[in-house]
């Protein structure tokens, strides 16, 4: 029989527990800001253009962290590079979408 804590509910190890479901994951997340950062290209988006595309609510922090954490992983990955304001995809990655590599 499993533990009960005491307001009556089961405890149940993590592994049992159901798994909780994000509206979007960190993947998707950079999927879709990569793919719209090589839409617009040769034309580049700035950091608040490409914050404005994706975070519509100003006051949504959870979503504005999560369009900064797919962009510093881009970043980190060297699939996007920040110069000052400019976001730019790098030549490697618009080469593999123009031939036709599915990026997102």
Sequence with gaps: MHQ????GDEIRPP?????????????EDQAWLL???L?????LM????????RVRDREDWGESDSFEIALRGLMWG?????QGELLVPVRPVRL?????FSLG
């Design 96 to 100: 593999m979408a123009g031939l036709g």
């Design 39 to 43: 839409d617009e290209y040769p034309a």
């Design 15 to 27: 592994w049992h527990r159901p798994v909780i479901q994000r509206e979007s994951s960190y993947e």
């Design 46 to 53: 700035t950091f608040d253009e490409a914050r404005i595309a």
């Design 78 to 82: 060297g699939m996007v590079r920040r």
């Design 35 to 37: 793919s719209g950062l």
């Design 4 to 7: 009960q804590d005491k307001s």
